[in-house]
């Protein structure tokens, strides 16, 4: 198996030097604080300008209207891999991406971006992302021996925040369909000879129409292509509701990376399963046994959103040619991967079974 070291961090554009010995020192997720590994020196946050997180206005922003203090310039390059928006500092114009350790070379160019106006910090320690790691890979059996080993060999996990919109909104839904109520009718058949009475589900169908209406909170929608979707949505929930103020304090350490989908395409996103909740309400709505929607009409309004960043623990690998990852959420420890299979296990797995019935087809046949 061959390991895929990270790089360096090298998208973070905050640094802080050590009072004491001046090497730099990084976020500690188990003390809150800033701490050096060099010499063990300990720092507070610098919280004196944070603002708490807020709600902005999302028609303005489209109109590109937003306030200066909610901007900012960065330079950026995508990963030509993955898509991944990676971040550099000014004295910098190579790294590697963060998610799949491809060399990326920055541009000469800066970006006008919204900047994140809250986060959720590292909760978890690096070690504590490991062990986590560890007891998910326990439970993969048709994983290779040499995948289990990556983990219990204690390699250097990266710690990246993550940039996210959400979205909130107040729905306003009306509807046509039809409702439906199940009965049921008995008639006589007969079959080999014999009469059987059997019953027989009918629906009645009447018109329906009515207007249901939702105030969406918090609608989270990952802004970075880097990472596929099915591992965000595995990685849920986060508890939004401990979000701290922007301060790059949090960042020392780790990784940033700045959003690929734009705040319209995010919001399009957003929309999609705020729709899919209205037609669950409007079918609840309906009642009855069954219920069909023709048509829905919803009206949005007092549209706001968020970018905030949000923490996890990262590693990656490659196995005969391939690579792989692995996710924690650096708040809870909920681990999501990709994996590959062992194939003299699964082969293994399909004998055995085969044996087993095999057996059980013996005992049967003789007890007959």
Not at 47 to 73: H, I
Not at 104 to 112: A, L
Not at 313 to 320: G, I, L, Q, S
Not at 339 to 352: D, E, L, M, N, T
Request: with cysteine; charged share 25%; glycine share 8%.
């Amino acid at each position: 198996m061959e390991l895929e070291t990270p790089a360096p961090s090298a998208t973070e554009e905050h640094r802080f030097p050590c009072t004491t010995c001046g090497a730099d020192m990084r976020f500690d997720p188990a003390k809150g604080l800033l701490s050096c590994d060099h010499c063990g020196a300990q720092m507070a946050l610098d919280t004196g300008d944070a603002t708490p997180p807020r709600e902005l206005d999302f028609k303005t922003a489209l109109a590109a209207q937003l306030p200066a203090q909610a901007m900012e310039d960065t330079r950026t390059a995508r990963c030509p891999n993955c898509g991944a928006e990676v971040e550099f500092d000014a004295d910098l114009h190579a790294t590697e991406c963060p998610f799949c350790a491809t060399p990326v070379v920055t541009d000469t160019g800066q970006h006008r971006q919204i900047k994140p106006h809250g986060l959720l910090p590292f909760a978890l320690t690096e070690e504590q992302a490991r062990d986590a790691m560890v007891d998910w890979l326990g439970q993969l059996w048709f994983a290779p021996n040499g995948l289990k080993d990556y983990a219990r060999k204690g390699r250097k996990l990266s710690g990246v925040y993550l940039p996210y919109w959400t979205f909130d909104a107040q729905t306003r839904t009306s509807y046509r369909g039809e409702r439906g109520d199940d009965y049921y009718t008995s008639r006589t058949v007969v079959r080999n000879g014999k009469r059987q009475t059997i019953r027989q589900r009918r629906t009645r169908w009447r018109a329906a129409s009515g207007r249901v209406s939702r105030f969406f909170d918090d609608v989270l929608v990952l802004a970075s292509r880097a990472l596929p979707r099915k591992f965000s949505e595995g990685l849920e929930p986060w508890d939004l509701s401990e979000l701290e103020p922007y301060i790059p304090d949090y960042l020392a350490g780790f990784r940033a990376t700045a959003y690929s989908v734009e705040l319209e395409e995010g919001y399009e996103d957003a929309r999609a399963y705020m729709d899919r909740l209205i037609l669950r309400d409007v079918k609840f709505d309906i009642g009855g046994d069954r219920q069909r929607v023709h048509d829905m009409h919803t009206a949005v309004s007092d549209v706001t959103f968020k970018h905030i960043l949000l923490p996890i623990w990262m590693a990656a690998y490659k196995y005969r040619g391939k690579s792989y990852r692995f996710v924690v959420n650096g708040r809870t420890g909920r681990v999501q991967g990709e994996r590959p299979y062992s194939a003299w296990k699964i082969a293994f797995a399909v004998i055995c079974g085969l044996i087993v019935a095999g057996v059980i087809g013996y005992f049967v046949a003789m007890n007959q």
